[in-house]
């Protein structure tokens, strides 16, 4: 297997497996209002680890789900994962500079980002209360929850999901 067949392979395993956290863990995690969105947060880490590679299908795909399994408006997920996705990959290709801090702070204003806003469009179908409800009592925990799960989910996709970077003639191998 070529390497972008083993990245394409660990992507659609890590898939189901934000599907299956999703479904099973989820649930049993939340604190009131506020459950963790694994999807959200696996479609904006491979955004991330696999810039060039990853487009708008898994998002929309993982985005569908995660809008069928809740009871939120079908469609809001999935739009705001493909903006999301987009706009993190590219803020990903402009400001890589080789460090950890990028990609983290991506991730990090991303999720919140997606949460605030499907926190604007629960108000907008009347299925928040409040704007107070929505962001203090949903936005803000779920932000949280899929901060920590992104965070998490980072130095595992790094690993099995990067495409290896080509060594630089006279650099050490690493063993």
């Known amino acids: 297997m070529t390497d ?3 990245g394409f ?5 890590g898939a189901a497996l934000a599907v299956a956290l999703q479904c099973v863990v989820a649930p049993n995690i939340a604190l009131a209002s506020a459950m963790p969105n694994f999807l959200a947060a696996f479609a904006l880490v491979a955004a991330v680890v696999r810039p060039e590679a990853t487009g708008p299908v898994l998002a929309f795909a993982l985005g569908l789900v995660f809008d069928l399994l809740g009871a939120g408006p079908v469609g809001a997920m999935a739009f705001l994962l493909v903006l999301a996705t987009f ?9 890589d500079n080789d460090t950890l801090f990028i990609p983290v702070a991506i991730l990090l204003c991303s999720m919140l980002l997606v949460e605030l806003f499907y926190a604007v469009f ?3 179908t009347g299925l928040a209360a409040s704007p107070l409800d929505a962001f203090l009592y949903r936005a803000l ?3 949280l929850y899929d901060c920590v799960a992104a965070l998490v989910m980072f130095p595992v996709a790094l690993r099995f999901m990067a495409p290896a970077k080509p060594r630089q003639p006279g650099s ?3 063993r």
């Open 9 to 13: 392979a660990a992507t659609l395993v």
């Open 122 to 124: 629960l108000m907008g």
């Open 141 to 143: 925990p779920c932000a």
């Open 172 to 174: 050490p191998r690493l």
């Open 87 to 95: 706009l993190a990959s590219r803020a990903f290709f402009a400001l």
């Open 4 to 6: 972008g067949g083993r």
